[in-house]
């Protein structure tokens, strides 16, 4: 059956570098969707890509979507504490199973 | 503001018990979803519905049935409850067409805990 995968599954970080995650599907995507669920949080909606080869910005997140709606990737530049969570990839279906980032100051 | 509200924050039960976990959305969305969470599996998809009375599959629907009488409510029934059924349990809701929905609001969770 269909697959997401994510990696990495855990990333620990110093505040102000900087922190990718990557998700891959097996099948084609008809969009993607992010989340972050905070430590003792529901997941919260980041955002949605539909178009192959979108890039989103949301301050210091850049979301991407790859050519063939296979991938994505989402890259937080110069971490802060308040980043610190599980992000995931994925459709209504079907997610990836996270990459949880922890941040030291 | 979408609010998404959950019967229960936590909830103990015995093995064999019947367990009905509730959720209501307010803001007259088609789709509802529920998933289990469990750590080092992500979210795992147990049932949706994207109509009233209507419902489909997810990956892991064994041991579980779901209700949706109502547009704005949706219930997890685990008609024996299994001590591998020990949880958190997630509701979610969301606009447009199930397989290309557009963003999900998640519920609060409820933990259930099966002795």
């Known amino acids: 059956g269909q697959q997401v995968m994510q990696i990495p599954q855990y990333q620990h970080v110093q505040e102000g570098e900087d922190f990718t995650t990557y998700c891959n599907s097996s099948?084609?995507?008809?969009?993607i969707q992010w989340y972050k669920q905070r430590p003792g949080g529901h997941p919260v909606f980041l955002i949605q890509?539909?178009?192959?080869?979108e890039v989103k910005k949301q301050k210091r997140l850049t979301f991407q979507f790859g050519e063939a709606k296979k991938n994505s990737s989402l890259h937080i530049t110069a971490t802060q504490t308040t980043d610190v969570g599980t992000y995931f990839c994925?459709?209504?279906?079907?997610f990836g199973k996270g990459t949880t980032l922890s941040v030291s100051s | 503001d979408v609010k998404v509200t959950q019967s229960s924050r936590y909830l103990v039960k015995r093995t064999g018990e019947k367990v009905f976990l509730e959720c209501v959305q307010d803001?007259?969305?088609?789709?509802m979803f529920w998933y289990r969470q469990d750590p080092g599996l992500g979210l795992r998809l147990i049932y949706f519905?994207?109509?009233?009375?209507?419902?489909e599959k997810g990956d892991i629907p064994e041991g579980y049935s779901v209700s949706r009488e109502k547009k704005e409510r949706f219930s997890l029934i685990l008609e024996s409850a299994s001590t591998n059924q020990t949880s958190m349990y997630l509701c979610?809701?969301?606009?447009?067409?199930?397989?290309?929905?557009?963003?999900?609001?998640f519920g609060p969770g409820t933990r259930l805990t099966v002795l």
């Open positions: 979610a809701s969301s606009s447009g067409l199930a397989g290309v929905a557009n963003e999900q609001f």
């Open positions: 519905s994207y109509d009233v009375k209507m419902k």
């Open positions: 803001m007259d969305h088609e789709n």
């Open positions: 994925g459709t209504a279906l079907i």
């Open positions: 099948t084609t995507l008809s969009n």
């Open positions: 890509l539909v178009k192959s080869g």
